[in-house]
């Protein structure tokens, strides 16, 4: 497979999981709000993105000091735990949508009890890539819809927002996240999105990540919060590369190069989560007429909000394969605030209305 066809296969793949994750969580929003899944009473307090930003930074230093104190296994059960949780919000509501017909409520509650449980059970006893990404799409769907009927219109573009600034201050200011990013990564949960760049890569076969995210390495994007570390490295040897290297420093395109000498891309979950909790939120509190798509709740403005969203990340993966670390936030909640905002005035919506004022 020749880098060309290598790139675009994973630029291709990307944007399906971030496309899984956003109709998956379109699909979402009527069900779970009918099931009265909002998280808080009132979904246009402000103050809701204060104190979910606060609880972030409060989870990202545990998580950096469990790391610091090898405690990492602690931090894997922890996540598979909240990810069988998650899934269980998704399946009871999806399974007995499909097998309702066939079968008696209990069996299809039961079902969608089984499901989730083989979702933990697959990320214990098996985490290759597929099983991370398929849980990965599952759990991000569904954080993504719980978020998006919480988070009224402000305080959705207030989250996003801050979360932008923070990422960047995170990776390019303080660096932090690439400390939290290297710790998650050795994990094997669905905290990161894997597209492999290789048919042969395995993830559960990949070595440790250390040293992969040092200064002159090939790392690509850092994300924003514990769930949302977006890299790229060599995951076959975990090898940074030498940044006294003089070859490769004489070598205008070896950042290039290296973006596509490794096994796989990593993008964090958060990245296509939090963006997405726009696009829900839009199709939740929004009235501006509902476009004729079968299952999802979607309208012009939550449309423009998950087109902003790919079109950012589109933009990301040009800077990602050039080799160099990245926020991804900034570029992908940017898209998706631009998009529906777009959306929004197509819609004969006002600015003000708009941002929920």
């Keep these: ?3 060309r066809t290598r790139v675009l296969a994973a630029v291709g793949a ?12 379109l699909a979402l929003v009527d ?9 808080v009473e009132n979904p246009d307090d402000p103050t809701n993105s204060i104190l979910y930003v606060g609880i972030m930074l409060v989870a990202t230093g545990l998580m950096l000091a469990a790391f610091k104190y090898d405690l990492d296994r602690l931090i894997r059960l922890l996540l598979i735990g909240v990810s069988v949780m998650i899934s269980w919000y998704v399946f009871a509501e999806l399974v007995p949508a499909i097998v309702g017909p066939f079968v008696s409520a209990g069996v299809a509650s039961g079902l969608a009890i089984v499901a989730s449980l083989a979702v933990g059970g697959a990320l ?6 597929y099983v991370i990404d398929g849980a990965g799409v599952v759990m991000g769907a569904g954080a993504a819809a719980l978020f998006g009927i919480s988070f009224g219109l402000l305080p959705a573009l207030l989250l996003l927002s801050a979360l932008a600034i923070y990422d960047a201050i995170s990776v390019y200011g303080t660096e932090h996240m690439l400390d939290l990013a290297e710790g998650v990564m050795d994990l094997k949960i669905p905290v990161v999105l894997v597209v492999p760049l290789t048919l042969s890569y395995s993830y559960r076969a990949a070595g440790s990540t250390d040293d992969v995210l040092e200064d002159g390495g090939t790392e690509t994007v850092a994300s924003d919060d514990p769930a949302s570390d977006a890299l790229g490295d060599d995951a076959t040897d975990g090898d940074a590369a ?7 420093a004489a070598d205008a395109g070896s950042d290039a190069d290296g973006a596509l000498d490794r096994d796989a891309l990593f993008i964090g979950l958060g990245d296509a ?3 997405t909790v726009l696009v829900a939120s839009a199709a939740a509190f929004l009235d501006a007429g509902t476009l004729s798509v079968p299952v999802l709740a979607v309208n012009l403005p939550a449309l423009g909000a998950a087109v902003g969203t790919i079109a950012g990340l589109l933009a990301l993966m040009y800077m990602v394969l050039e080799g160099r670390a990245h926020a991804g936030l900034p570029l992908l909640n940017g898209g998706a605030i631009g998009g529906y905002l777009l959306g929004a005035l197509a819609s004969g919506l006002s600015i003000a209305t708009a941002i929920g004022l």
């Design 1 to 3: 497979m020749n880098d």
């Design 14 to 25: 990307t944007v399906c999981l971030f496309l899984g994750v956003q109709l998956g969580a």
């Design 31 to 39: 069900p779970f709000t009918e099931s009265g899944r909002q998280a």
């Design 124 to 129: 214990l006893w098996y985490p290759e890539w």
């Design 242 to 248: 030498d940044p006294d290297d003089t070859d490769a």
């Design 273 to 275: 989560v939090i963006p």
